[in-house]
């Protein structure tokens, strides 16, 4: 039920809009219809300012609308990627082949692979951290990749 009371919002507003500009051109028309200025003021209050207000109101309903539209769009979009990056992760996690299972190789050290170095990025290639444990690669003193036991000079 709430739901579609929400979706009413839009249509009450526009309803409401309208409502209000009627009463602002009966307001006028009854002010045009006298000389006298001090039996327009009347008129003027009950027809102007009222329909002004008639017209806000409806005119803030139809934003409300807009916006809980818009968001139920976003919100429907951030769980699409949400699912979409969970399902990568749980790809990634299952053939174990992760971004934090590789290291950049340089020619003497190895290092992460946001490390901005620019030694790293010379001869910058992608290696597995498999790789990197049997080799004499040192590990970046600035980036800290794992070191698998050995000994660093910090």
Request: with cysteine; proline share 4%; hydrophobic share 50%.
């Amino acid at each position: 039920m709430q739901n579609n009371l929400g979706r009413l919002g839009g249509q009450l507003g526009v309803l409401l809009t309208l409502l209000g500009l009627l009463i602002i051109f009966f307001g006028w028309n009854g002010a045009a219809s006298t000389d006298y200025v001090p039996a327009q003021f009347p008129y003027l209050i009950s027809g102007g300012v009222v329909g002004i207000a008639v017209v806000v109101v409806g005119a803030a309903m139809i934003l409300v609308q807009n916006f809980r539209t818009d968001m139920a769009r976003l919100e429907a979009a951030v769980e699409r990627v949400a699912l979409a990056v969970e399902r990568q992760h749980a790809d990634a996690g299952a053939a174990g082949a992760g971004i934090d299972s590789y290291v950049v190789a340089g020619s003497e050290s190895y290092h992460r692979v946001e490390c901005a170095l620019p030694e790293a990025r010379a001869e910058a290639h992608l290696v597995p951290l498999t790789d990197v444990a049997g080799s004499t690669l040192q590990a970046c003193r600035v980036c800290q990749p794992p070191t698998f036991g050995r000994l660093t000079n910090a």
